[in-house]
């Protein structure tokens, strides 16, 4: 960052001979694509009067403000701009990626009555051929609806750049070579996994679980994102079309349960040879089914208040 | 052999045959009766009416075909659709449902019974679920045995999570799809299991069929060949396998490109892709196996496994490649949707926006199928017990099924016949055991106090047997359980193990605990059934507070007043969950509906609602809209309404529009979504805002108004409208109808003229003089 300021202020004198928007490329390509701004560079960059378009982000990365949001973005933000840095030159020069941090410019936060960060936000040209058709040149905030990674940030700022934002994601090393290690791995244990992979039981196992999670509302949790239980001790989530991810295990576990006494009066019990044991067993399970089906049906009482029906609970 | 309880010894095996069957037949036209009578909560508590939104273009599409005849359909263009594009309805219909429904109007019009088009629409459902009851048998009789099948078809035939899908009035395509679905895999496992190319393209016939009724086909084109790729990866292939499976592919691919809407697709889409690699694949087993069988050398044989192996990988090159290409489309958006879940969302709105495209929790499970949820995992464990082809299927239907009914609510509907087939095999092989009266000879066994035809009268054992009995009954299932499982689950060689049930009591509790839960079904079934989806949604109940039912019929008020008041040819624009009941029952122009095609032209619907009024209103004006409509339930707290989709007509607009539209503008700067004092700018001036609650206030004496839905205060000064009229309102305030102003004829913007109507030009004047009084 000195390396910046020193740039900065080696290009003030020279400043007075250049444009604007020369003097915002040299501050960007001195930043590796990114301006570090201050106030006066803030107004600058801008300026009512601007050709140019810029994306601006407002953070405060000093640890005593304790944003961890800011410190959590900073980083994919970093990378889009870095990645415009790569765009053709004479796209390069029609927009910028700049960061304010409130640290530096507390005064602007101020005047834009921004009360909260990270912010970022596009400010359109205001002039030129790429001033936007709708005349509306006021800037436009980004939506963190998508979370804080650097794919969605660029596709976003796409749409105002002169040219799409050259961004790829980097590739995720970690996760192929796990792959390539689990592949191989498999392959060379292939003598030792055979028997597992041929026996019907591993496959029946694997159903089992698998429409067992699925018709607990794994899948609910995974895409609504549904946290693990309430956080104050609750494990039911209020209301029918909903719930928690504690809840997918206690009632997968329920209908395993239930599942399972089931099968062991089917394909145990009978092959008993003796009566008394056998006896035992029947009642035992039997018992199992009506007392754990009792609480099912009560714990769907729960998130349904309006069912009527209860058994022995 | 000693039994049980005693068994009359004197009749002939003929009478026992003869008897079974008949009882079969009873029970099965029992089943269908009840099926039939559980989905008539709907007709009795409200009336013979057509249900919800899609059921009511297949109506109209259903009338259109019975007045005019098929080729008029075939050809009907529909210019008051998606106004003013049109909709060519033949060709992108999945016509099925409409000409079942129109060859049975013409069937009982043959037989001189004069009945109403609508009431065939109306029982088309109940009818059907007759069938996939008997299908559902059929199937299931396959996998076990009849006894099975009766107890899948009492399953499906009032099982909640069919039974939402087609109550008398659901008039949808999913009302005979389930029939098809059940039938056409009944037939694909009979072809199978006979190697009969008759019942392959008995298959092949009814999967034309489903192609004709519903989007879900490509379940069955889906299902069949993974079914077919199992068999042969589980070293399984057989020529039984090559007919059925060539038989069907080959006859109902070409079948299915007779649908228009289908076209080529069999051939140029993902969707359809796994079918025919499965099919090439077959092909190129069948030939090796043939040229293995005549010739002998050991090279060669080995050569000519390698060559099948490349020519399956360069198969399998040979879709990427194309993929890649473009020849073939990739998966479509919704098929997509389902493996990458986050995919909707973000791209395609519409989509996600469905409340029945939404995942599924556990209560929803629970509901739909109760007790049956947890008996089919040990229906699935059954299946591998035996394994046979047919019980390949079941399993990875099982676990296919179940994964897309966690994904998305509305797949709950393949899901359930499936869970009921795998209970019900489940719960007939427990019967089975527990009925049966042979009991097994009793081991010698010197600490076993009872004799083994212990009856309910001997005496119990002296106290410390008992208790010796108990503690090690106790550790016996902890410690022997798993043995006898894994014993019982893999012994296949050697002699059968003796098996049986001893003494009456076990059996007693075991088939009472059993039936209880069969009662307890039936009772949740019919609960279900009447009070959660027997709600025709067109006529709305609630009940008094002397507990009768009390109507709300605002819908149908207002739709006959747009009918009777408006001129024949005015537009009107509605979100587009209204679109076809408003061309269905008020028989006007639309600008969209629920067959939502073109996603530009909702947008322009979403951004002319979530603008203001200044900016909505040369939108109106361009697509000639006459009337605006909208839903609002904050007066009695009907939850369903258009504030409460209204950010899903942002969301929207701002996918086609994101400079114009924002989503972040309709929340306060706290991000809630608000209608009271603290609702952000955009949202207090945007169209749909100032519709629902235009004069809102007036009903409360002029005190600020409380949003039963929102429970919020409304704002004490009530938007006003400048471009709009009120023109209707229905009796709860449900439907709100509102007229477009023409331009003003003097040529002033219609705000300004408004003011000077109101007199206002005058107050707004008074401060000029003052200020000049100042200077």
């Known amino acids: 960052m000195k390396a910046v300021f020193i740039a900065a202020l080696l290009s003030l004198p020279s400043c007075l001979a250049l444009t604007p928007q020369q003097q915002l490329s040299q501050l960007a390509s001195a930043g590796g694509g990114l301006i570090k701004l201050n106030a006066d560079t803030f107004g600058l960059l801008t300026s009512p009067k601007r050709t140019w378009s810029a994306s601006i982000q407002f953070t405060a990365l000093d640890p005593r403000r304790r944003c961890n949001p800011c410190k959590e973005f900073n980083p994919s933000w970093g990378t889009v701009a870095k990645a415009w840095a790569n765009a053709p030159p004479h796209a390069r020069q029609d927009h910028f990626f700049a960061t304010l941090d409130f640290d530096d410019a507390g005064g602007v936060f101020q005047k834009l009555g921004l009360n909260s960060a990270p912010l970022v936000f596009n400010y359109p040209p205001t002039e030129g051929d790429r001033k936007p058709s709708s005349g509306n040149t006021s800037p436009t905030k980004y939506d963190f609806s998508d979370g804080f990674e650097a794919r969605p940030l660029a596709d976003y700022l796409s749409k105002f750049t002169p040219v799409p934002i050259p961004y790829k994601d980097p590739i995720d090393w970690a996760s192929w070579i796990t792959i390539v290690i689990g592949v191989l791995g498999s392959l060379l244990c292939l003598r030792f996994i055979a028997p597992i992979v041929q026996n019907k039981w591993f496959w029946a196992a694997g159903t089992v679980i698998t429409s067992l999670v699925m018709t607990s509302g794994y899948m609910f949790t995974r895409i609504r994102g549904s946290p693990y239980n309430g956080g104050d001790g609750s494990w039911i989530a209020g209301g029918y079309q909903n719930q928690f991810g504690q809840e997918v295990q206690v009632v997968a576990f329920i209908y395993g349960l239930l599942s399972f006494a089931f099968l062991m009066l089917i394909l145990v019990v009978p092959y008993q040879t003796s009566p008394q044991r056998q006896r035992i067993q029947v009642y035992l399970w039997t018992g199992v089914t009506m007392i754990v089906y009792s609480v099912l049906v009560s714990l769907f009482r729960v998130k349904n208040r309006g069912y009527p029906f209860k058994l022995f609970l | 052999m000693s039994t049980a309880y005693p068994i009359p010894s004197d009749i002939s095996p003929a009478t026992v045959k003869n008897t079974a069957s008949l009882l079969r037949i009873v029970a099965l036209s029992l089943i269908s009766g009840a099926a039939i009578a559980s989905r008539l909560f709907a007709v009795i508590n409200f009336e013979s009416v057509i249900h919800e939104f899609d059921p009511w273009f297949n109506y109209r599409a259903t009338r259109v075909l019975a007045s005019k005849g098929f080729y008029e359909f075939w050809n009907w263009f529909d210019p008051t659709a998606w106004y003013p594009l049109g909709r060519v309805v033949g060709g992108t219909v999945y016509p099925g449902l409409m000409v079942t429904s129109g060859i049975i109007y013409n069937f009982l019009h043959a037989l001189n019974l004069p009945v109403d088009i609508r009431n065939v629409c109306v029982m088309l459902a109940p009818g059907f679920s007759a069938l996939t009851a008997w299908a559902t048998y059929m199937f299931t009789k396959e996998m076990k045995d009849e006894s099975a099948g009766l107890l899948a078809a009492a399953f499906i035939g009032i099982v909640p999570g069919y039974i939402s899908r087609s109550v008398a009035g659901s008039y949808d395509n999913e009302a005979i799809a389930i029939f098809l679905l059940m039938f056409t895999f009944y037939c694909w496992i009979k072809a199978l299991k006979q190697g009969s190319a008759l019942f392959g393209t008995f298959a092949a016939v009814f999967y034309f069929y489903m192609v004709a009724a519903w989007g879900g086909y490509a379940f069955i084109t889906n299902m069949i060949p993974l079914h077919a790729l199992a068999l042969l990866l589980m070293g399984r ?492 309102t229905s009796e709860n305030w449900i439907v709100r109808i509102f007229q477009v102003k023409k331009e003003d004829p003097l040529g002033r913007d219609l705000k300004s003229a408004n003011q000077f109507a109101q007199g206002k030009k005058r107050k707004r004047s008074k401060p000029a003089p003052r200020r000049r009084a100042i200077v």
């Open chain 2, 237 to 728: 292939f057989s020529s039984r396998l090559y007919v059925a499976y060539t038989s069907w592919y080959a006859i109902g691919t070409l079948a299915s490109m007779q649908v228009p809407f289908v076209g080529f697709q069999p051939v140029s889409t993902s969707e359809h892709m796994g079918a025919l690699g499965v099919f090439g694949l077959l092909q190129i087993v069948a030939f090796a196996q043939l040229v293995r069988t005549h010739v002998s050398s050991q090279q060669f044989q080995r050569l000519l496994y390698g060559v099948v192996v490349a020519i399956g990988i360069l198969g399998a090159f040979a879709f990427v490649f194309l993929t890649y290409k473009g020849k073939i489309a990739p998966w479509t958006g919704r098929f997509y949707s389902l493996w990458d879940t986050g995919y909707a969302k973000k791209y395609i709105p519409i989509i996600a926006s469905v409340s029945e495209h939404q995942p599924t929790a556990w209560p929803s499970f629970f509901m739909d199928l109760q007790f049956l949820v947890f008996t089919f995992p040990a229906g699935v464990v059954l299946c591998f017990r035996e394994l046979r082809d047919e019980h390949i299927f079941v399993i990875l239907y099982s676990v296919v099924a179940s994964y897309f009914a966690g994904v998305m609510v509305r797949l709950m509907l393949t899901l359930t016949p499936v869970v009921c087939v795998a209970s019900a095999v489940a719960l007939s092989t427990l019967l089975d055991t527990f009925i049966d009266p042979t009991e097994p000879p009793a081991e010698e066994d010197a600490d076993d106090g009872v004799s083994a035809n212990g009856s309910s009268s001997t005496a119990p054992p002296s106290q410390s047997a008992s208790k010796k009995a108990k503690k090690a009954a106790a550790s016996a299932p902890t410690k022997t359980a798993l043995g006898d499982f894994v014993a019982a689950t893999s012994s296949k060689g050697g002699s059968p193990r003796p098996k049986g049930i001893f003494g009456l009591d076990s059996r007693l509790v075991v088939v009472f605990n059993t039936l209880s839960m069969l009662v307890f079904f039936v009772f949740h079934c019919t609960w279900v059934t009447s009070n959660a989806y027997s709600s025709p949604s067109v006529v709305l109940a609630s009940q008094n507070p002397d507990g009768s039912q009390h109507i709300i019929d605002d819908f149908r008020e207002a739709y006959y007043w747009l009918r009777q008041n408006t001129p024949e040819d005015s537009v009107v624009m509605s979100w587009w969950d209204y679109g076809y009941q408003i061309a269905g029952m008020a028989d006007r122009p639309t600008l969209v509906d629920n067959n939502t095609w073109n996603n530009t032209h909702i947008a322009t619907v979403g951004k002319a609602m979530s603008s203001s009024e200044e900016v909505a209103y040369p939108i109106l004006r361009k697509h000639d809209v006459d009337y605006v409509l909208v839903i609002f339930g904050g007066l009695i707290g009907y939850s369903g309404d258009d504030i409460n989709k209204f950010l899903w007509m942002v969301r929207i607009a701002q996918g086609v529009w994101p400079d114009e539209i924002q989503e972040p503008n309709y929340f306060t700067p706290q991000g809630e979504y608000r209608i009271d004092d603290r609702a952000s700018k955009t949202m207090k001036e945007s169209l749909m805002y100032k519709m629902s609650y235009y004069r809102f206030n007036e009903l409360f004496g002029g005190n600020p108004g409380v949003d039963r839905v929102r429970q919020q205060q409304v704002p004490k000064e009530g938007p006003t409208l400048d471009y709009l009229d009120e023109a209707f």
